[in-house]
């Protein structure tokens, strides 16, 4: 299993509206990179969902139910999507302040590369993640 961070606009898609549907297909995604990474992503791999814009904390924790495949939201071009479904919400705030503030984390992909809507998580950074947004860990 490996860990990932997914970051929504909450005023786009909120925790609450996942919360609400169970699950759903995280499409919508048009970086090269971050789509790379929506390809490398496996069945029971888990994902931190983090609200950007005035939030920017980790809000909750999702699971991959489905593997890379088509976007059907793209008019054009090569994108991906994968299907995720809710786990737990986070008890605990943990901002991107706090994680820059954090030893542990200053190597994060979301300490270094703010802006990139998918990212990959170290096991490390990870349970460091879960631990201190109250998700266990």
Request: proline letters at 4%; one cysteine or more.
């Amino acid at each position: 299993m490996k860990y990932w961070l997914l970051k929504t606009e909450p005023s786009t898609y909120s925790w609450e509206d996942f919360v609400r549907d169970k699950q759903t297909a995280w499409t919508g995604v048009r970086n090269f990179q971050a789509r790379n990474f929506l390809r490398a992503m496996r069945v029971g791999d888990r994902a931190l969902i983090y609200h950007s814009g005035e939030e920017k904390r980790i809000v909750g924790l999702a699971e991959i139910i489905r593997a890379s495949y088509p976007d059907p939201t793209a008019q054009e071009g090569d994108w991906s999507a994968v299907d995720i479904k809710v786990v737990a919400p986070a008890t605990k705030p943990f901002t991107l302040a706090d994680a820059k503030n954090c030893a542990t984390l200053k190597d994060m992909v979301l300490v270094r590369n703010t802006r990139l809507s998918v990212q990959p998580v170290t096991a490390a950074e990870g349970k460091e993640c879960l631990k201190r947004a109250g998700l266990g860990g």
